[in-house]
């Protein structure tokens, strides 16, 4: 019987590497892709990783490393936790967009990658 968690997480793994690899990368045939999820801006985004913008770099690696660990082990942790691990990301980047204050990319990693996990956790439905 196929065990439908399992192949979510894998299949969740295998994106977040995708993107992972096109932003520290950032491949030709993966460029497409990176912009449909991404706006790419340079002054966003780390010199070592042009690929993504540093926010979107940090989501998909907490999405990568949030999955990988999720394959091995249960999270305990409740759908309030994942959306509350949403939340700085989406104020961070709201409050940069609507002009209120210039984000650093320091604040750009942590939120991303809280943002990532977070998203992960919604998918496994919490515990």
Known sequence: MVNLRKTGLILLT????????GA???PPFLRSLLGT???????????WAPGLCARCTFFWTGVLFSSLLMFFRRFSASITVGLLLIVPMVLDGSLQFIGLYESTNIMRLLTGFLGGTGL???LEGGA
């Open 24 to 26: 520290f990368f950032n």
């Open 120 to 122: 992960c956790i919604l």
């Open 37 to 47: 999820t991404c706006h790419r801006l340079p002054e966003r985004s780390f010199s």
């Open 14 to 21: 295998a994106i977040g590497a995708v993107f992972v690899f």
